[in-house]
């Protein structure tokens, strides 16, 4: 089954203990994305990356990295949460241009004490 | 630059009942418009997108959402809805070039279907 994985789904924290979110693909998709979902914002986009070794941060980059080694997964590191990083995170994947139809993984619940 | 407005935050209907959810977008170059819907502890879900040809695009779900160049709209509409619509919906537009293709997406309307 084609699909978007991500682990954990939740998780309670505190601040500034790093963590990790990941993200794996197995539909062979060039493109992924991270984005976080807020009440009344919908959801931005905070990095995302055309392929392997190729990153680049989107509208909320602030407080996260990635990293893209192998094409399959694409984790979201937050090196020292803070608690206004408290959010649903959602990665995505996308086979390649602008037509093709971005893929959500089940989202990870996230919350910073 | 794009941007996305979902004209209704929360939109309460009973069963049966017709539905429109309203979305209007601002860009500066050619885009792609997209619906997603979100059921309750779920990832989002492509309902429709509308890349060329007929304005009038048939999704799932018996959903269908119309592009309005002059209006810059694209509402979704359906003409009968069930308790199982309950979800939130969310505009989304795309440029045709780039670098990143990124989705720009309105900030969500809640369709709450009343038996």
């Known amino acids: 089954e084609a699909q978007v994985t991500q682990n954990p789904r939740y998780l309670i924290t505190v601040t500034g203990k790093k963590l990790t979110v990941t993200c794996s693909q197995n539909?062979?998709?060039?493109?992924m994305s991270w984005y976080r979902q807020d009440p009344g914002l919908g959801l931005r986009q905070i990095y995302y990356?055309?392929?392997?070794?190729?990153?680049d941060k989107g509208d909320v980059p602030e407080g996260y990295k990635v990293s893209r080694k192998e094409k399959r997964n694409f984790p979201l590191i937050l090196e020292s949460p803070s608690p206004n990083q408290t959010s649903l995170y959602f990665c995505?994947?996308?086979?390649?241009?602008?037509?093709?139809?971005?893929?959500f993984g089940p989202g990870t619940r996230l919350t910073v004490l | 630059a794009q941007s996305v407005t979902q004209l209704d935050s929360q939109v309460p209907v009973f069963e049966e009942a017709p539905v429109e959810l309203r979305c209007n977008y601002s860009?500066?170059?050619?885009?792609?418009l997209f619906w997603y819907v979100q059921y309750p502890n779920q990832g989002l879900q492509l309902l429709l997108k509308?890349?060329?040809?007929?304005?009038l695009v048939k999704g799932i779900n018996g959903f269908e959402a119309e592009f309005n160049k002059s209006q810059t709209s694209f509402h979704l509409r359906k003409p009968s809805v069930h308790i199982s619509d309950t979800a939130e919906y969310f505009c989304?537009?795309?440029?045709?070039?780039?670098?990143?293709?990124?989705?720009?997406f309105g900030k969500g309307t809640l369709l709450t279907v009343n038996p």
């Open positions: 989304a537009v795309s440029p045709l070039r780039g670098s990143n293709y990124k989705l720009t």
């Open positions: 995505a994947s996308r086979r390649g241009g602008a037509t093709d139809t971005q893929y």
């Open positions: 509308y890349l060329s040809g007929s304005t």
């Open positions: 539909m062979n998709h060039e493109y």
């Open positions: 860009s500066s170059v050619s885009v792609y």
């Open positions: 990356s055309m392929n392997v070794e190729v990153t």
